[in-house]
Structure formats: C-alpha cells, structure tokens
C-alpha cells in the first residue's frame, strides 16, 4: 500500500508564507509526477502545481508566488507559497503518480488534505 502524508497547513495573514510537505511511503517503485490541487467548497478541484520529468508547471494565479520542489530520496514535494492572498484559502491535496513494481502501471494517490486560511 502507498500513503500520502501532507502537513503544513495553517492559518496566515495575507502577504505571508507558508511551506507544505506531502510525503509518499509503502510499496514505492518508481514516482513520475507529483503535484498539488486545491478545491474550495461548491467548486471543482484545480492544479496547482506539479513537478514531472523535471519540470515545474504552474496555475497561472500562482506564478511568481509558489514554488514546487521534489526530493526524490525522500519521495517528498513541496510547496512554497508566498505573498498568500485570501483567495488562496482552500484545501490543498498533494497528488501522486506511483508505480509499485517492475510490472505494474502508475495509480493515482492523493493525501487526506491540508487546510490554508489565509485572513485579509
């Protein structure tokens, strides 16, 4: 089994920082993407940003103020986020691509969520 651990939610005010972690453990072959979504109540799911092959991809909202990052020894991403604006206020989900064998394809995995409150 594979599990995805997120920390680092908080509440901040607007202008400030935050750091999230996602760390992947169990049966671990190989990750290919990993990224961070976010969803807000009575609103769809949407990337954030992902790390994949050695590239970043960023939603055009956050450019400029998140940074991803991945140490592929710890099977960990990151999220740096900067000059947070209350319009990022959401639940923030990390997202996996595993593949737990040799012989087996990639399964999505997602963490349980970690809330970001950020107060005007």
């Known amino acids: 089994q594979v599990q995805l651990v997120e920390s680092g939610g908080d509440l901040v005010q607007a202008g400030g920082s935050l750091r999230l972690s996602c760390a992947a453990s169990?049966?671990?072959?190989?990750?290919?993407?990993m990224g961070w979504y976010r969803q807000v109540p009575g609103k769809q799911r949407e990337l954030v940003a992902a790390?994949?092959?050695?590239?970043?991809n960023y939603a055009d909202s956050v450019k400029d103020r998140f940074t991803i990052s991945r140490d592929g020894a710890k099977n960990t991403v990151y999220l740096q986020m900067s000059s947070l604006k209350p319009e990022d206020t959401a639940v923030y989900y990390c997202?996996?691509?595993?593949?737990?064998?040799?012989?087996?394809?990639?399964?999505?995995?997602w963490g349980q969520g970690t809330q970001v409150t950020v107060s005007s």
């Open positions: 169990g049966n671990i072959f190989s990750i290919n993407f």
């Open positions: 997202s996996a691509h595993i593949t737990s064998s040799y012989y087996s394809g990639p399964v999505n995995y």
């Open positions: 790390v994949a092959g050695g590239s970043a």
